[in-house]
């Protein structure tokens, strides 16, 4: 079983930075694929990053290239999501998720291939 804790969410100004980390409790953190996903009010869960389990692969949302950038260090059992150029449209509940059976690189922003999940938490960006 793995639990995730995401941390790092808040308030910000358009433009800002935030930095959202999530850490995981299991002994085979380092076995998983990480993803990070979002959800805004009345919208469905949309997939913003993912990183393969060795980090050697990462993968973006059209909405987030060029802004967030999604890092992992196996050692510490952390999944990191770094946001800059931060806009009002990203606004949402943003969610760790582990993929525990490793799907390939087309499944990697499918939410239904994620097993675990944290309990997420709350970015709001001001305009």
């Known amino acids: 079983q793995e639990q995730l804790v995401e941390s790092g969410g808040g308030v910000v100004q358009a433009g800002g930075s935030l930095r959202l980390s999530c850490a995981a409790s299991?002994?085979?953190?380092?076995?998983?694929?990480m993803g990070w996903f979002r959800q805004a009010p009345g919208k469905e869960r949309e997939f913003v990053a993912a990183?393969?389990?060795?980090?050697?692969?990462?993968y973006y949302g059209d909405s987030v290239k060029g802004r967030f950038t999604i890092s992992r260090d196996n050692a510490k059992k952390m999944v990191n999501l770094q946001m800059n150029s931060l806009k009002p449209e990203d606004t949402a509940v943003y969610y760790c998720?582990?993929?525990?059976?490793?799907?390939?690189?087309?499944?990697?922003?499918?939410?239904?291939?994620?097993?675990?999940w944290g309990q997420g938490t709350q970015v709001t960006v001001s305009s």
């Open positions: 998720a582990a993929d525990s059976y490793r799907y390939g690189s087309t499944m990697v922003s499918r939410s239904d291939r994620y097993n675990y």
């Open positions: 299991g002994r085979t953190f380092s076995n998983y694929n």
């Open positions: 990183i393969r389990w060795s980090g050697g692969s990462t």
